[in-house]
């Protein structure tokens, strides 16, 4: 499973989804939306922080830590 986070370099949430990640040992990728026009373009991104699975997007908010569970299938 990969697991990207594409979020502007000042999108305050995107630190709490990485530590989200980390809590649940989930290896990640950070994609800024300033260096990669071509994927904002491709997924249509409005807005900060979104998470792709498997270059799906699969939330395009600031999800909580049962939502990512859930979104990544992880048991507790």
Known sequence: MKVQII??????????????????????????????????????????PNLLVDDQIVCREQPTESQLRELLKISN
């Open 7 to 48: 979020a502007t370099h000042q999108c305050t949430h995107r630190v709490n989804l990485e530590n989200e990640l980390s809590h649940l040992g989930v290896p990640y990728e950070v994609l800024y939306v300033e260096d990669n026009p071509d994927l904002v373009a491709r997924h249509q991104i409005r807005h900060s």
